[in-house]
């Protein structure tokens, strides 16, 4: 089995984007299987790709090797463009389509950097059959992604609230803005009447500025 890690520099050369999976040929058909995600890269971000999931192909093409499939995923190696993955569910065998979008393997540096010492360590305990090493590197790579996902859950909760209480604030905001709208026409209305009523009276009363009399009209 030969694992793979789209775009990861320690692994081959002259990649400068990613979509984050890394996978290796299985079983005698050499069936492409996802063998893990990077954290926060495009795939997992997607949350339609797991590990055990089949690739069957990229763009519309049926591929049938790694080697193929990974030059179909790199392409032209410009962030931001699309790839369309199709894939087979391990769990339910349904076959879907999932587009992705590349990023700069800059982008993810860090995480690329942990996932691929992770990959070496593996690589290394299979080359020497070394079951317990493996298994250990295996539970490592599955322990720091849990936590990392814990963190992100963490902070998307937070932002949820904070877009609550914005949005609240918002509500309010409005809610206040029309109270006062109300206010000023109520006094609008209020020093309309009032002035009516003192030109009435003034229509009726005529003032005698000699006499400091008044007199009707």
């Known amino acids: 089995q030969r694992k793979i890690c789209v775009g990861s520099d320690s692994l081959f050369n002259n990649s ?6 890394m996978f290796e040929e299985s079983g005698p058909d050499r069936t492409v299987k996802i063998d893990n995600l990077m954290f926060g890269g495009p795939a997992y971000r997607s949350r339609e790709i797991c590990k055990g999931d089949f690739i069957l192909g990229v763009d519309r093409m049926q591929l049938y090797s790694s080697d193929a499939i990974l030059a179909a995923l790199k392409g032209n190696q410009v962030p931001g463009t699309s790839v369309r993955m199709t894939i087979r569910k391990a769990d339910t ?6 587009v992705l979008h590349r990023v700069l393997t800059a982008e993810v540096a860090d995480m690329r950097k942990m996932f691929d010492l992770f990959t070496s360590i593996e690589n290394r305990a299979k080359k020497k059959n070394d079951k317990e090493t493996l298994q250990e590197a295996e539970q490592a ?9 814990e963190e992100q859950e963490k902070d998307e909760r937070c932002l949820k609230g904070v877009e609550e209480v914005q949005g609240d604030c918002d509500a309010w905001l409005e809610e206040l803005i029309m109270i006062l709208e109300k206010i000023d026409l109520r006094n609008w209305l209020s020093d309309r009447d009032r002035a009516s009523q003192e030109a009435g009276v003034k229509q009726h009363l005529t003032f005698v500025p000699e006499s400091g ?3 009707k009209g």
Do not use: S
Not at 16 to 21: C, F, I, L, P
Not at 141 to 149: E, I, K, S
């Open 16 to 21: 400068t984007t990613t979509v984050g999976v």
């Open 141 to 149: 790579l599955a322990l720091w992604t849990d936590m990392l996902t």
């Open 93 to 98: 065998g349904v076959v879907k389509d999932v």
């Open 213 to 215: 009399t008044c007199a």
